[in-house]
Nanobody, 117 residues
Framework: QVQLVESGGGLVQPGGSLRLSCRAS????????MGWYRQDPGKRRELVAT???????NYAGSVKGRFTISRDNAMNTVYLQMNSLNPEDTAVYFC???????????WGQGTQVTVSS
């Protein structure tokens, strides 16, 4: 089992920044992907960014150039630095853990990000 604990969400004005963190605990596989998805009520969960255990990032086009994903493998933690936030970024952000050694994905409980003046 893998448990994910997220932190760092909140309310921010347009143009502002937030940093999300997600720490994984339990049995962590040497090869894995961690990252972030987001979901608005009534909409499908969508990719924000992921990063492999080797450090290769992948971004959704809507956040490229504004968001930066990074990870600390020693701490089993992934970070999402979000800059130049706009109201369209408002959503619940979910942390993801995925490994080819696992039959399913693991998700965090979600953290609310609200961008509003």
């Amino acid at each position: 089992q893998v448990q994910l604990v997220e932190s760092g969400g909140g309310l921010v004005q347009p143009g502002g920044s937030l940093r999300l963190s997600c720490r994984a605990s339990g049995t962590i596989d040497s090869i894995n992907i961690m990252g972030w998805y987001r979901q608005d009520p009534g909409k499908r969960r969508e990719l924000v960014a992921t990063i492999t255990s080797g450090g290769s990032p992948n971004y959704a086009g809507s956040v490229k150039g504004r968001f930066t994903i990074s990870r600390d493998n020693a701490m089993n933690t992934v970070y999402l630095q979000m800059n130049s936030l706009n109201p369209e970024d408002t959503a619940v952000y979910f942390c993801l853990y995925r490994s080819p050694a696992r039959p399913r994905d693991y998700w965090g409980q979600g953290t609310q990000v609200t961008v509003s003046s």
